[in-house]
């Protein structure tokens, strides 16, 4: 775990995925680093993420896939994310089976793990882990948060005249 201070995570499913053991191991994962995590469970749209946390944005929010669909799921939760005004600027994550593509789709390179990760990043992700997920550079990856206070106190330096 880094040194810096402990973020408020937001563990989720995505809306089609049922799978519940990757995000207990999420959880366990990123407790384990020293941080606090709520758990949503599976099965869980954007537009439920923002409602239960407009009001209190989490330092960062981890979407997971097991079910291969991944991407489009994806692709709406992070639509709904960033349509929040009060969430617009929380980092999100995703990571795990992002597609369901066959040989043929990934010999035309449009669903190729590159171009999915890229269609991801380009919607609002702030990272895209792909399956089999690097767990040193996904720890990496959360210790280069910034915690929510943190992130406002920048913010105040970056608009303060000198």
Same mark, same amino acid.
């Given at each position: 775990?880094?040194?810096? @201070?402990?973020?408020?995570?937001?563990?989720?499913?995505?809306? @089609?995925?049922?799978?519940?053991?990757?995000?207990?191991?999420?959880?366990?994962?990123?407790?384990?680093?020293?941080?606090?995590?709520?758990?949503?469970?599976p099965c869980v749209a954007g537009r439920d993420i923002v409602e239960?946390?407009?009001?209190?944005?989490?330092?960062?929010?981890?979407?997971? %896939?097991?079910?291969?669909?991944?991407? %489009?799921?994806?692709?709406?939760?992070?639509?709904?994310?960033?349509?929040?005004?009060?969430?617009?600027?929380?980092?999100?994550?995703?990571?795990?089976?992002?597609?369901?593509?066959?040989?043929?789709?990934?010999?035309?390179?449009?669903? @190729?793990?590159?171009?999915?990760?890229?269609?991801?990043?380009?919607?609002?992700?702030?990272?895209?882990?792909?399956?089999?997920?690097d767990l040193g550079a996904f720890e990496e990856f959360v210790g280069?948060?910034?915690?929510?206070?943190?992130?406002?106190?920048?913010?105040?330096?970056?608009?303060?005249?000198?």
């Amino acid at each position: 775990m880094t040194s810096h @201070s402990a973020l408020d995570i937001v563990v989720s499913g995505t809306e @089609s995925d049922s799978h519940t053991w990757n995000l207990v191991y999420l959880q366990l994962l990123l407790e384990g680093w020293g941080h606090r995590v709520e758990n949503l469970g599976p099965c869980v749209a954007g537009r439920d993420i923002v409602e239960r946390y407009a009001y209190r944005a989490p330092d960062l929010i981890v979407l997971s %896939s097991v079910n291969g669909h991944g991407e %489009s799921d994806g692709l709406r939760a992070v639509a709904a994310l960033r349509a929040s005004r009060e969430l617009a600027g929380t980092p999100v994550v995703i990571g795990g089976k992002l597609g369901t593509h066959g040989t043929a789709d990934l010999a035309r390179g449009e669903n @190729s793990p590159g171009a999915v990760a890229r269609r991801l990043r380009e919607a609002g992700f702030t990272a895209v882990f792909l399956e089999p997920v690097d767990l040193g550079a996904f720890e990496e990856f959360v210790g280069s948060v910034v915690p929510r206070h943190g992130r406002a106190a920048r913010q105040a330096l970056q608009t303060t005249p000198a």
